[in-house]
């Protein structure tokens, strides 16, 4: 079934749902039910509280829904006769969403047997199309998502095209518990977080710490290679430059209150671009220099509500992997093209192939010539289109500041991750009044691309766990091989082995623990050690080891040399 499909069930689960729900309880006030991208929710507010029981008895409801066939029904009613019908029924939030809607628009309802609901829209015919479905769990859910505003009772669930795509789905979400990043992390030893600290704030243990050193290590070369400066900018600034790029206009909700240093309000940083506008401004710039590619590892901090934060993925004080681009209109097409192939390549080397763009065009509201506009856009498409990919075009959905490609990557279980961000901005450039000497001597307005390759070192790292279910590809493995001695008889000839593959520069411990090996290799196992070296009186005598790799099983007996030139072989091509 089709992604449009797909949301059209969905959306029509969810007033199967509602049906249900008013079908079962008195005096229930419904709120909205769309699709997601897993499934579906819808919000009541009735004097019952639900229970987790009480999810089979509203599938239950469904399912004899389902029978019935019944019809989806679409009607259209004046603004008034809307109002009316919702009063009548008592669906004040309904009333209050009626209210939003613009002047001139349609507003149409659909009708699912007694239930009738305020809705755009698209449903399936009818109720017997909805063949797979499942109720999964319930929430508290402030109406508008403002606290201030009642506590509404959310019941969210899935459904599919046919049971095979369901049961598949949930297969999946047994494999995505096994690989949540917050579990590894823990058995893992890699990260933590603390109360006293505070919440959302992470703590980086030393392998985890490892893992970030490398795959940092990785990104800043990858950028000198790829024509790239690097930057290092404040970690606060004062009030006036948040002034100057907007930010304390509409986004001070998200931002930390500030701090009073020689009667001057600073504020941490929730973005780096302002200070990277600030390097830019420091002298006169001409067309000569350009581009200027600039990249920094900026620790940020946004307030994000305690409900919202969610391990790695979501917390409050983040590094972003920021780069900014400055150049000329002339020079943009192949600036664009360079970051699209460029962030290709960074999710290949770690191990992604399924890469797709998002293409987001001028909203109805938006800063900027047109023109600009209409290159950027250009640029974007040309970019897509020359990497051999199909974009997914979302008219109208850009910032008002400027177009933008997002790129989603799938991992090793087929989730999609929203990862790479290239965005114009023809917003800071006036707000800063950034200029550049142009070849007729006088000033011009340079376009500035905000790029986040990896979107946040923690956020990447949580998405990098899962991917590989805590086991690392050697290269980012915190720990490469660990030596496992049979007796006592061997611990001479292992740390001579220790000594001389650390001289080497490859990350490996010893395993002296008076434990049997098969004890050994377990815990080895567990800790997603990459090889196992394996010592007893005849590698002694031999001078080598028994070699049990993670991904190939035993390998046979191998000298130093031999296993360090393996492993180097792996590091160096980055293999996943």
């Given amino acids: 079934m089709a992604k449009f499909d797909l949301e059209a069930l969905r959306h029509s689960t969810a007033h199967l749902m509602a049906a249900a729900v008013q079908e079962l309880y008195e005096d229930v006030k419904f709120d909205i039910g769309p699709s997601t991208e897993d499934g579906f929710y819808y919000d009541f507010d009735l004097a019952h509280r639900f229970t987790p029981d009480d999810l089979a008895t509203i599938e239950q409801a469904m399912r004899k829904l389902v029978n019935k066939r019944l019809p989806f029904e679409r009607f259209e009613l004046s603004r008034d006769e809307a109002e009316t019908l919702l009063k009548e029924q008592g669906q004040t939030y309904k009333l209050e969403r009626l209210a939003a809607v613009p002047e001139g628009e349609v507003i149409s309802f659909y009708r699912l047997g007694d239930f009738v609901d305020l809705c755009r829209g698209p449903h399936v015919e009818n109720?017997?199309?909805?063949?797979?479905?499942?109720?999964?769990?319930?929430?508290?859910?402030?109406?508008?998502?403002?606290?201030?505003?009642?506590?509404?009772?959310?019941?969210?669930?899935?459904?599919?095209?046919?049971?095979?795509?369901?049961?598949?789905?949930?297969?999946?979400?047994?494999?995505?518990?096994?690989?949540?990043?917050?579990?590894?992390?823990?058995?893992?030893?890699?990260?933590?977080?603390?109360?006293?600290?505070?919440?959302?704030?992470?703590?980086?243990?030393?392998?985890?710490?490892?893992?970030?050193?490398?795959?940092?290590?990785?990104?800043?070369?990858?950028?000198?290679?790829?024509?790239?400066?690097?930057?290092?900018?404040?970690?606060?600034?004062?009030?006036?430059?948040?002034?100057?790029?907007?930010?304390?206009?509409?986004?001070?909700?998200?931002?930390?209150?500030?701090?009073?240093?020689?009667?001057?309000?600073?504020?941490?940083?929730?973005?780096?671009?302002?200070?990277?506008?600030?390097?830019?401004?420091?002298r006169i710039h001409s067309y000569r220099e350009l581009p200027l590619r600039w990249a920094e590892l900026g620790t940020v901090y946004r307030y994000e509500k305690s409900g919202t934060l969610h391990g790695l993925l979501r917390v409050r004080g983040f590094t972003q992997d920021d780069a900014h681009i400055i150049c000329t209109p002339e020079q943009i097409e192949h600036e664009i093209s360079e970051v699209l192939r460029?962030?290709?390549?960074?999710?290949?080397?770690?191990?992604?192939?399924?890469?797709?763009?998002?293409?987001?065009?001028?909203?109805?509201?938006?800063?900027?010539?047109?023109?600009?506009?209409?290159?950027?856009?250009?640029?974007?498409e040309k970019a897509v289109a020359d990497a051999g990919l199909v974009c997914e075009i979302d008219e109208g959905g850009g910032a008002f500041y400027g177009p933008k490609i997002d790129l989603k990557i799938k991992d090793a279980i087929g989730r999609e991750w929203q990862t790479s961000t290239i965005q114009f901005d023809f917003n800071l450039p006036d707000r800063f009044d950034m200029t550049y000497i142009g070849d007729d001597g006088k000033k011009h307005r340079p376009f500035m691309v905000h790029r986040a390759l990896l979107g946040s070192i923690e956020r990447f790292f949580g998405i990098l766990v899962e991917n590989y279910a805590g086991a690392f590809p050697l290269w980012l493995a915190p720990e490469h091989a660990r030596i496992m001695p049979i007796t006592d008889r061997q611990h001479d000839f292992a740390v001579k082995v220790l000594a001389e593959l650390k001289q080497l520069g490859f990350r490996v411990s010893l395993d002296d623990r008076s434990e049997s090996v098969n004890a050994k290799i377990k815990n080895a196992r567990n800790e997603r050690i990459p090889y196992m070296l394996v010592i007893g009186d005849r590698e002694v005598e031999n001078g080598t080891m028994a070699v049990r790799s993670r991904r190939e099983g035993q390998l046979g007996e191998m000298d130093i040399k031999q296993i360090a030139d393996k492993m180097r072989l792996e590091i160096e091509n980055k293999e996943c």
């Avoid at 109720?127 to 929430?139: E, V």
């Avoid at 506590?151 to 999946?172: H, P, S, V, W």
């Avoid at 606060?236 to 907007?246: F, H, I, K, M, N």
């Avoid at 460029?342 to 109805?364: C, H, M, N």
């Fill in 127 to 282: 109720s017997g199309q909805i063949a797979a479905f499942k109720l999964l769990t319930i929430a508290g859910s402030y109406y508008r998502g403002d606290e201030n505003n009642p506590m509404l009772q959310r019941i969210y669930g899935t459904a599919f095209e046919d049971k095979k795509a369901m049961n598949d789905y949930f297969q999946m979400l047994e494999e995505a518990k096994k690989r949540d990043h917050r579990k590894l992390g823990r058995e893992l030893d890699l990260f933590s977080f603390s109360d006293t600290v505070g919440p959302g704030l992470v703590l980086w243990h030393p392998k985890g710490a490892f893992v970030r050193h490398t795959f940092e290590t990785y990104w800043r070369d990858a950028h000198y290679k790829n024509g790239y400066d690097m930057l290092y900018t404040p970690n606060l600034g004062r009030s006036a430059l948040w002034e100057t790029s907007g930010h304390l206009d509409f986004y001070k909700d998200s931002m930390y209150s500030p701090m009073e240093i020689d009667e001057q309000n600073y504020y941490v940083k929730p973005m780096n671009c302002p200070f990277h506008i600030e390097i830019y401004k420091s």
């Fill in 342 to 380: 460029f962030s290709l390549q960074v999710w290949k080397d770690f191990g992604f192939k399924e890469i797709k763009p998002y293409l987001a065009t001028r909203p109805a509201k938006a800063v900027g010539e047109p023109e600009r506009w209409d290159l950027a856009i250009k640029s974007l």
